[in-house]
């Protein structure tokens, strides 16, 4: 009966985790912009003001520049994606998104559950290469 209501209790916990845990994330503090972008189940999205190709661009040379070893891209028509892996073998996917002309959205995931200081760090060398 013990070993039931504990599985229980980790199933209730790890559905509450990758369901909804959504933390604001200040995207540049130094400039005094109200940007924030948002940290949910893993991964890191941020608004970036540039049209998808020129952010695809910026993010090779971005992860190009940090010693990432790039594996793949996924061009669809909504939206790229870029695999790369880092030391330790960290998967790292990058995926841009066109939400409106001159916006784009980024989403980056660094390993199976998310390291939200490596992503903030590939994002802010992304924007720094545009």
């Not at 916990?13 to 949910?40: E, H, N």
């Not at 070893?69 to 939206?79: M, P």
């Not at 995926?95 to 490596?118: F, M, N």
């Amino acid at each position: 009966m013990k070993a039931k209501a504990t599985i229980l209790s980790i199933l209730t916990l790890t559905v509450v985790f990758f369901s909804g845990c959504t933390t604001p994330v200040a995207i540049d503090p130094m400039t005094g912009q109200q940007q924030t972008a948002k940290y949910q189940s893993g991964y890191f999205y941020a608004p970036i003001t540039a049209d998808a190709n020129a952010v695809f661009l910026s993010a090779i040379r971005a992860i190009d520049g940090m010693g990432l070893l790039r594996t793949g891209e996924l061009h669809k028509q909504d939206y790229i994606k870029i695999f790369a892996r880092q030391v330790g073998d960290k998967e790292v996917v990058v995926r841009i998104q066109q939400i409106a002309a001159g916006e784009s959205e980024i989403r980056i995931r660094v390993g199976a559950l998310g390291d939200l200081p490596q992503s903030q760090v590939i994002y802010a060398k992304i924007r720094d290469a545009l």
